[in-house]
Structure formats: C-alpha cells, structure tokens
C-alpha cells in the first residue's frame, strides 16, 4: 500500500511526560503506517524550552503563522516545584499562553461522543461547544503584592494625558491584579463565535458579568451585540438559530437544564474552568478536541488535558499505564484533516475521518483505556481496559 503524500508540513509541537510518550506511539502506530508525515518539528519540551530560553515556543507560534496549521501536545506550566525539579533557569510562562497571545482568536472544544458512555447530566443529548476567547485578562495580566497605601491605575496616551483610577487604599497587606483586553482581540472572538455557529448551525449563547464589571465586561457584550445586529443578526434569522447574550451565572443554570446542541462563548477564564467541567460532565477530559482558530485562520489543533503527570511517574517506573489518547489523536486527525483540506489533498481528509472512526469504533466495541471502564455502559457489550499501547494497536487493527 502506498502512504498518502503531503504537501505542506504540518507545525508539530511535541511536549512533555505521558502525553510526550503518547505523541510518540500516535505517530509510529497510527500516522506512519498511512501517511508519508511531513512536519516541522518544534521540541516544546520543558528541557527544549529551558536550553533556548523558550524562543522554541515563539519560533513554533511563528512558523504556525507562516504554513497555517499546528498539532501541539501537552506541555508542563512550571511552577516552584517544576523549577527545583528540572532545575530551571526561569519559571517559564505557559506555552500555550504565548502560543495563544501570538496567535490571538479562539478555542472551540467539543465533546467527543461514543455509543456506550452517558454523560452525568442525563438531559444532555448533543454536544456543548465552548469558545473560549484565547487572548487577555489574567492570562495577560500583571499582579503582585502590596503593602498599606494607595493602589492606583493609571493610563497615559499617546498625547501624554493622564488619568487615574484609585484601586483601593489598602490598610492591610494584600495582592493586587491588574489586566487587559482590546476591542481588536474581542472582535474577532466574536466573529470566530458567529461563524462557527452559523457553520454547525448551532445556537449561541455568550455570558459575561458586565452587572459587575460595568466596563470591561459591558465593552464585550456591546461589541458582540454592535457585530451580530450589523452583521449577522439576518443570517441567523436565515439558519433558524438564535443569539442570546445572558450573565454567566445564568447561563451556567441554563447549560445543566439544556439539552446540549448550544455554542457557548467563554470569556478566557470562563472558557478554561468551563471546559474542563463540560468535558467531565460528558465523560472524560481526555475525550474532548480543541482547536485554536485565530482571526487570520490559522489553526491549532490541541488536546485539552494536561501531561497526566502521575501517569507519567508510573510509566517511568516501569508499570503498565491506561492513559487515554484519544484528545490527542484527534488533535492530529483534525490538523490532518485541515491541512488536508486547504492542500487539496481528498485522501488525507478520508484519512483523518477513518482515523476518528476507527478510535470510536474501537471504544464501542469494547475495548478502551481505564478511564472509560467504569464510564461505559452498553449491552452486550463488556468493557475491556487495555494499556494504552495495546489500545492504540486495536485501533491500528480497525483502522485496517
Ligand atoms: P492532567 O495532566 O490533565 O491530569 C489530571 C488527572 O486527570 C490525571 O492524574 C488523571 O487522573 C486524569 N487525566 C487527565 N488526562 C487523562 C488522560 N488522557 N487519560 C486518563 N486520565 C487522564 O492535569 P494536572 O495533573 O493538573 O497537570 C499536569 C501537568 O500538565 C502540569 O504540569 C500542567 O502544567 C500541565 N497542563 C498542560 C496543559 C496543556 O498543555 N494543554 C493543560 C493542563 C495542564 P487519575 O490520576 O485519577 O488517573
Ligand atoms: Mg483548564
């Protein structure tokens, strides 16, 4: 059988402990086997980002910019104990942070579902996307600590005028925080969101707590209602499907009692706290995908767990591990399949489908790792925990 062929390369940003073993099994049991894999190999491993003073992440950002997709495995923030544990020479930012900063837009994360795993909330049907806004507030802030006195802000533009904001007179000691967004990053959030409703015709529902935040929250809401009453108001009405701007608190209300099928958009933090709840809610956050879209469309395929650490602390140890690597294939079958698609290449979009269908099948055929188990309920069916290795095999076998 002849492999597919590429034509440009995909940006691969590997990362760190059981997810950096699993990118290595993804691509020798499931992508080489089928696919001549042409890529451009960034190593974000925190040992590649401490030895080049992490210009390795701004260096993948700007080559994702350049060919236009990325597939980027899980990576380690460190904290305090990261430091003393790699030995670091600085408590390096978050990649994707940097990442998202250089990239600016959007992630959509959506649930994938199987036949077989029920989500705990009994009344959801379809899938809850979240859009979560991938630039600003805290992740771009500046905080620190303060001691009594006074806390102000103060803005100076361009003419040199000044204003200023008293924060607080603090009389205790105390941490102060402060942080930002620009109406450029917010308007192209919003019209990620919009299209991406109107592509999946799905409803959207954006929340922010502008009762609260009067300004920065109420400057959000103003410019996605300025843009869906101009620009997209009439298509929506043409799709069928609604916009509907409400409190966070309510939404949250509203999303438990819904029955799934909405486009939910997320501030930053909302969107990060949010998607990890809704990925639990159906099943497992390792079976969710996500996807960065920024405005100039460029694309980041991602899983949205973490490095499964304690995973990680076994397998090096030797003993057999069942971590679940299907966010992670379907990072690389959705950068496969967009690629694939802007490249004019048919066979590497059917690829990256069979490649999804495959590791469902595979899961509702009973085979699946030790997460799932206990998750997974069909009859006839006997759930069987596989290593994570042997599961990837029986996908391979599947795929076939
Ligand atoms: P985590 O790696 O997501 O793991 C937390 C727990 O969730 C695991 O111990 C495991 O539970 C379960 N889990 C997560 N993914 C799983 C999978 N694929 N298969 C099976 N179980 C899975 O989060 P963390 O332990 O808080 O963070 C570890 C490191 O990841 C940190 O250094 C953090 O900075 C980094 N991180 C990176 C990203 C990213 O790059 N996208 C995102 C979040 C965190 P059990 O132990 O109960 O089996
Ligand atoms: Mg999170």
Redo the contacts with the bound molecule.
């Keep these: 059988m002849s492999k597919i062929k590429m034509k440009t390369p995909l940006v691969e940003m590997d990362?760190?402990?059981?997810?950096r073993v699993?990118w290595g099994w993804i691509k020798e049991i499931l992508i080489e086997p089928f696919v001549d894999l042409k890529t451009e190999y960034y190593d974000l491993g925190l040992v590649s980002r401490d030895k080049t003073d992490d210009k390795i992440t701004a260096d993948s950002a700007k080559a994702t910019l350049k060919y236009g997709v990325a597939v980027?495995?899980?990576?380690?923030?460190?904290?305090k104990q990261?430091v003393e544990e790699y030995n670091l020479k600085s408590m390096w930012k978050?990649?994707?942070g940097t990442i998202r900063a250089m990239l600016d837009g959007t992630v959509f994360r959506a649930p994938i579902l199987v036949d077989g795993i029920t989500p705990y909330i009994p009344t959801w049907k379809k899938p809850i996307v979240i859009a979560r806004h991938a630039y600003g507030d805290i992740y771009k802030a500046v905080d620190g600590l303060a001691g009594r006195g006074q806390v102000t802000l103060s803005y100076t533009d361009r003419k040199g005028e000044k204003k200023e904001l008293l924060v607080h007179d603090m009389d205790s000691d105390g941490v102060v925080l402060a942080m930002h967004n620009t109406d450029k990053s917010i308007r192209s959030f919003a019209k990620s969101c919009f299209n991406y409703a109107l592509d999946c015709k799905l409803p959207l529902w954006f929340s922010t707590k502008d009762t609260i935040s009067k300004v920065y929250d109420g400057n959000f809401k103003a410019i996605f209602n300025e843009i869906y009453e101009t620009e997209y108001k009439e298509k929506f009405e043409k799709a069928g499907i609604e916009y509907m701007y409400t409190l966070i608190d309510d939404v949250v209300a509203r999303i438990v009692r819904s029955e799934g099928g909405i486009l939910w958009a997320c501030k930053n933090y909302d969107g990060d706290v949010m998607s990890d709840m809704v990925a639990t809610a159906y099943g497992?956050?390792?079976m969710m995908t996500?996807v960065l879209v920024s405005p100039d469309g460029v694309y980041e395929y991602?899983?949205?767990?973490?490095?499964?650490?304690?995973?990680y602390y076994k397998y090096i140890k030797g003993e057999e591990t069942?971590?679940?690597?299907?966010?992670?294939i379907f990072a690389w079958s959705g950068a496969l399949k967009k690629r694939g698609e802007l490249d004019g290449i048919k066979e590497l979009v059917d690829f990256a489908d069979k490649l999804e269908c495959a590791t469902i099948k595979t899961i509702e055929s009973g085979k699946m790792?030790?997460?799932l188990v206990s998750l997974f309920k069909k009859e006839g069916v006997k759930p069987v925990k596989l290593n994570s290795r042997d599961f990837l095999c029986a996908i391979a076998e599947n795929l076939n």
């Design positions: 990362g760190d402990e059981m997810t699993l980027k495995c899980a990576t380690i923030t460190p904290n990261r978050s990649p994707n497992s956050l390792a996500s991602e899983a949205a767990h973490g490095t499964v650490t304690r995973h069942s971590t679940n690597p299907v966010a992670t790792t030790g997460d």
